[in-house]
Each structure stands twice: as C-alpha cells, then as structure tokens.
C-alpha cells in the first residue's frame, strides 16, 4: 500500500508540470516557525517558505483577517474602490516616502510594472531599456528572464525580451559607462538574494541616485526579497544608508514588492515616487486579482502584528546575534565555511571551495549541504552553487535560532 509521501509523489509525477528541482520533503502543516511533513518529522523552517512566511505559520493574526474580510468581500475588480487597498497602499506610503502604489499579485508582476513605468517615463524621447545587474534576479516572466543578470534563467526562452542590459553589481563606473541614448531607468535590488546574498554598498546607491539624477534615469529598486523590514528597516535601502550622511535623503523613484507583504498570501506592489506617480494614468496598467480587498486586509493586518510586536528590531537583533554565529562557525571550521553574508534576517552561509565531507556528486555543495540540514530538521534555501540562505520568519524566537544554529553546528561539523 501506498504511504502518503509516495501517493503525494504520484500525483505530482503523474499531473505537474515538472519545472522546478524540488526536495524530497512532502509538507503537510505548519506551527509558528516549524512545519511537519506527512511522516510527522519537524522542520525549523528558516527559509520561510523563501522569505515569504513574514509571521510564521498558522499565525493566528492572519487567520483571522482572511475569515474576517472574507465575510465582507473577497474580490469585487479594480473597476471599484475598495477601503483595504487604499489603506495599504497609505501603510507603504507611510515607510517609503511620498509617491502612489500599484497592487498585483507577485514580484514578477510588480517588476513588470516598474519596467512599463520606465519605458512610458522614457517613451516620449524614445528611450526603453533598463539595465540591471549581473547575478540580479526579477522574476521568471519574460520580461522578467530578460530582466535578470544571470543566464541559467534565460536559457531555451530566447529571443530575450529588448531593452534590458546588465551591469556589474555595486560597480558605479560601470553603470554610468553602460548608458546609451536609448536609457531609461536602472532596476537592482538592495540585497541581491537569488544571486547569493550581496549587499548594494552605501556608496553605490548614493552614487546611483546621483548618477540617475544626473542623466536624467529613473531608479528603480526590487525589494520583493530584501525588503519588508527582513534587514532591519522596512526597505533594504533604508537600512543600508542608516547613518551614512546623505542617507536619509534618498530614494528611489520606483519599489518593488511582495513577498512578505501578504504572509503566504499572494500580494504584490509597486510604489512610485510622487512626481511619477500619475505616469501610469487610466487605461495604461491593470490585474484582475491586484490588490483584492483580502489581500489587502491580510497585509494590513501583518503590518499591525510587524509594528506592534516591534518585530523590525527583533530581525535586526536577532540577525547580529545568528550573523556572529555563523561567524563563530566559519572560524572553527574553515573547510566547510568561508564566511557569512548579508543582514539582518537576509543571511548567507558562503560554502568552503571543497569540502572534505562531500563525495563527488552532480549535486552543486549547496544543494547537499541543504539536504543534509533537511535531515537534520532545519529548512534553508540554496542560492546558486555555493551559498546557503536564511531567511526566517520576522518572529523567529531566540531560542529557536539557538536551536538552528546547533544543527548547522552539527552538520558542519560531520563534513570536517
Ligand atoms: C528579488 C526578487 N525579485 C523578484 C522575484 C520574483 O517574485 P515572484 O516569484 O513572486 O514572481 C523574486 C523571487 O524570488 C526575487 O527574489
């Protein structure tokens, strides 16, 4: 007879499209920071669900705006208002500076409105192309693939979408070289996530606002991954500028969200700086499902929980303390750790070149070094071949990243 790891493997051998290389791991449920699998094994769950799980699972909170505001109304199109959405969008205003949103439902699609609010920014001179970074990431759209400064996502999808150029991440001269006449706008994340957990430098976004000014670009910053108080601030920008002169000046023209804005709920955003902010007029953009009056009650609803339990300071503090952990870790046991990366709740475990622990395999080290955490009971995300992400729930208590910290302790210390 079938267990129900198998049956569930049926299923998705037999019905789903097979795009992505998942974990052998078949999920059934989730408490605060912990998810179960159908066998009953606990996972600390310190990808949360790739920095999306803002407060954990099953957060009493979120359950209750869903039944709540689902009572009310769930969906009515944007050919109404709704109070939800404008009051979300007021709550964005309110931590970014002054501008206008826009509500889809992913990061792909708040990009693809950052790049169409580029190209109309431009359109009257004829100008279209944005340039991003090398080892960026945007989504998995078109647009998106064509976005994105890595080429594994490209691959078998071309022709590339036109008008995207990438250039070195945290390199002014090189961007400011890289404009063309036909320029209209420069896209990077604060923190690069998927590229492996690098921080733009204050300098650099400082240097590119400048240079944005300067030429006359728009800046535009992705903060689906590295925003939504993960660093410590509510925007990844904010926290980096912290107490850098001039920091508290800056801003972008256009901001990208999801992610953690909506818990798990599907929600995204884009915000637009105030003088841009009615470039997209009637007609121009639109999504069915952006900005449905229960997302926009759940993100409101996760704001509430995020100011109340102050837990942008918690991810701060708590991610100094994990960061010199994994500092500790690196120090004792430079054949399998060379350093950690990152902020905050964005943190990276750069792997060690070879480790003396793993057998040749095809599995990249950060897929093995994964697998053996999943063992071990912890869930973590890979980005790219050699690096771990950590990316927990904003309410991660302090004994359970003591908790996770020992298990990496552990594996590490089996592949010495
Ligand atoms: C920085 C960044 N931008 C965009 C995206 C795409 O978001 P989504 O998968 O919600 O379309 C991601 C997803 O990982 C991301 O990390």
Known sequence: MHNQYETVRDLFAKNVVPSYGRFDIVLSHGAGSYVFD?????????????????????HPAIIEALIEQSRKLIHVSNLYFTEPQGRLAAEIIRRVGPGKC?????????NEGLYKLARKFGHAEGRFEVLTAVNSFHGRTLAGIAATGQDKV?????????????IPFNDLAAARKAISPATAAILIEGVQGEGGVTPATPEYLLGLRALCDEKNLLLLMDEVQCGYFRTGRFMSFQRILENVPGGDKFLPDGVSMAKSLGGGFPIGAFWVRGPYADLLGPGTHASTFGGTPLACAVALKIFEVVGREKLDEQARKLGV?????????AKTYPTVIKRSRGLGFMLGIELAEKIPGFAASEKSPAVQFVNRLHAAGVLTIPAGTQIIRLLPPLNLKP???????ARIEDVVKALV
């Open 38 to 58: 159908v066998a009953g094994k606990r996972y600390l769950d310190l990808g949360a669900g790739i920095a999306v799980c803002c407060l954990g699972h099953a």
């Open 102 to 110: 826009f509500f889809a439902n992913s990061g792909a699609e708040a």
């Open 154 to 166: 490209k691959k078998g999808f071309e022709p590339m979408v036109s008008g995207f150029r990438h």
């Open 321 to 329: 303390w994990i960061q010199a952990e994994l500092d500790r870790l």
């Open 399 to 405: 004994q359970e990243a003591g908790e996770g910290i």
